[in-house]
């Protein structure tokens, strides 16, 4: 079947505007989280969703960063006011409930702000 | 602060000669811990959730472990499609899952 998918692949913004990166997760997953992925650094958690329970919000880096999931479905990660320290390689990924660990990455989105 | 450490960086092995990766933690409460494989340009692929010291899992050429304070990862005859990055996570409460930096595993033929 279909799995998590991403879009755009590759972001290329200037220093200053602003940025939405989508997420479609595996149909019926009910969790929904994000990820940051600089070079040569492990996965940075941002947050997480769980069908309509309040997200976890606890590891956005500033307010700058906002994530909305519309329907229990799509997701939308937005960034404003990009800055260079921003560029990095956003995974999302999708599990079937919150109690299941197991993980299913999207290719992510690599955004370079310029 | 809760942090996940592994080692090797980067290990280069000939095909057929086997090794292990190391993930080591110093978090709050250990809730689980999962390795995953990366491919480049790719996410990451789950591999193995441990939950307990003396826990093991096995999936083809590769065995994970865990003990209270790290994992392994264990290889055994790798082959060039093993190459990869391999991810170890741990889960400390709630979904909060803190990544380790990864070792970036070249098999060659």
């Known amino acids: 079947g279909a799995g998590v998918s991403q879009s755009p692949s590759n972001k290329v913004t200037e220093k200053g505007k602003d940025v939405e990166l989508r997420c479609d997760p595996i149909s019926g997953h009910t969790a929904l989280y994000w990820y940051r992925q600089s070079l040569g650094q492990g996965l940075e958690f941002l947050i997480y969703f769980q069908g309509n329970s309040a997200p976890d919000k606890s590891g956005l880096p500033s307010d700058r960063f906002s994530a909305e999931r519309t329907g229990g479905s799509v997701s939308t990660l937005t960034i404003q006011r990009t800055q260079q320290e921003d560029s990095a390689v956003y995974l999302c990924?999708?599990?079937?409930?919150?109690?299941?660990?197991?993980?299913?990455f999207g290719p992510g989105t690599r955004l370079t702000v310029t | 602060e809760d942090q996940v450490t592994q080692s090797p960086e980067a290990l280069r092995l000939q095909e057929g000669e086997s090794s292990s990766l190391n993930c080591s933690y110093t978090?709050?409460?250990?809730?689980?811990l999962f390795w995953y494989r990366q491919d480049p340009g790719k996410g990451p692929e789950f591999l193995f959730t441990?939950?307990?010291a003396g826990e093991e899992k096995e999936k083809e050429r590769l065995k994970a472990t865990l003990t209270k304070k790290e994992s392994f990862l264990h290889i055994t005859a790798p082959k060039p499609e093993d190459s990869a990055t391999y991810l170890c996570?741990?889960?400390?409460?709630?979904?909060?899952?803190?990544f380790g930096p990864g070792t970036r595993l070249s098999v060659l033929p």
């Open positions: 990924a999708s599990s079937y409930t919150g109690t299941s660990h197991e993980q299913y």
């Open positions: 441990l939950y307990s």
């Open positions: 978090v709050s409460g250990l809730r689980g």
């Open positions: 996570a741990v889960q400390i409460y709630g979904q909060n899952f803190v």
